[in-house]
């Protein structure tokens, strides 16, 4: 195990050691955001915006997911894939061990405020009279009994990516993403249970509970050949551990609550204009997550590659991984944004036929589209410096990226240009932050140097 870890963090040609790393990475997120393409799909089917805009309006409770994952599945695996580079083996089953059970206790809390505060947390997400009784639904089955398996999926995916298990780790995301597609039409549609946007949830609780069920099997056969260790004994609260994980996820949590925070300014700012707007965006927004996966998969899927190299002084393999996923990302993105512009319409009408919705939702995708080789650069940095440990440049990044610039662009563009200018504040907001991106690396790169 030891030596096929060596052999691909510090000899295999950088980039087959990419693609060994992301490919797997890249396609489960893929995967993933085909199961929530066929939510979309066919709930669109069912030609209601109001089971649409329900989907919608739970997302940014969806996000809190990955403020978990992100401050105990990045944390801890960036600090796994350091400390196997020093070869701290005991420090590396800790590390995997509190981020597991971290993980797990605020899962378990995030079920338990849903359900107990569903109300106003769904007048909070910008539901109406008119969407609220199905987005209650949705929500309960995604959020309120769903945040325990489904957090739990994305965290052990990350854990057991530190190690270079990536392929292990894709596949229970890929069984659980593929079985819900199975479960969709069952659930959502006339022909099955006709549940609409609820059946869509409860597709995903199902899912995300059978993928959990392969992870705890995977840890079961593996015991014994992985540093990764899920016994409660490994549980640390020395400094040393705490703080590393922390240090490095923290800026994950502020990012995804100002995501969330930015998500619900804007679902009901573009509710101000009719539930047709609201579907229409939220077709947009499911589309786009497939490049934005993309991107995340890629600036994800080579931490440990950096972290290790970063903690074992192998400097020039540090700036090429570095260069190399650049190219192969901005190119990707580039190609994604030239098919937004020459295929808006048909890509929106796939999902409802509704003249309306296509020609709004046509607007938004080019307006999302721009921002994604700016936002490209922001998440590669972010991803770096979150490789290096140095969780203040991820922090910084969160701040300025939300708070600063893209919530008041949001803001300052629906009252100037009204609905269309929501769809091009991000990128006015990315454009900035891909500027400061690049101030940052140049320091980060110099520090190397050093």
Known sequence: MAVSKEELFERTP??????????????????????????TFFVGKLNNPVENAAVTLVAPAMTLFYAITNLFGIGASSLMSRKLGVKEYDNVRKASATGVYFGLFFAVLL???TLIFSSPILHLLGTTDETYSVTSRYLLWTVGLGAVPGIMNILFSFILRSEGRAMQASIGAISGCVLNIILDPFFILPFGLNLGAAGAGLATFISNCFALLYFIVLLIVIHGKTYVSVNPKNISFAPEILKNIFVVGFPGVVQNNLNVVSMTIFNNLAAGFG???????????KVNQLPIQIIFGFSQGVMPLIGYNFASKNIARVKETIKKIFEITLIALLVVLVIYFGASKQIIRIFMDNDDIVQVGSKFLKGFG???????????VVGVSQAFGMGRYAFAFSIFR???????????FSKVFGLYGLAFSACCAEILMSIIAVVVLKKLMKELVR
């Open 111 to 113: 079920s338990l405020v």
């Open 275 to 285: 539930t047709l707007a609201v579907a229409s965006i939220g077709i947009v927004n």
């Open 370 to 380: 721009l921002s994604l080789p700016f936002m490209c650069i922001d998440f590669v």
């Open 402 to 412: 939300k708070a600063l610039f893209e919530i008041p662009f949001i803001l300052i």
């Open 14 to 39: 950088v980039t087959k050691a990419i693609f060994t790393l992301t490919v797997p990475m890249i396609i489960s997120s893929v995967v993933s955001i085909i199961y929530n393409l066929s939510d």
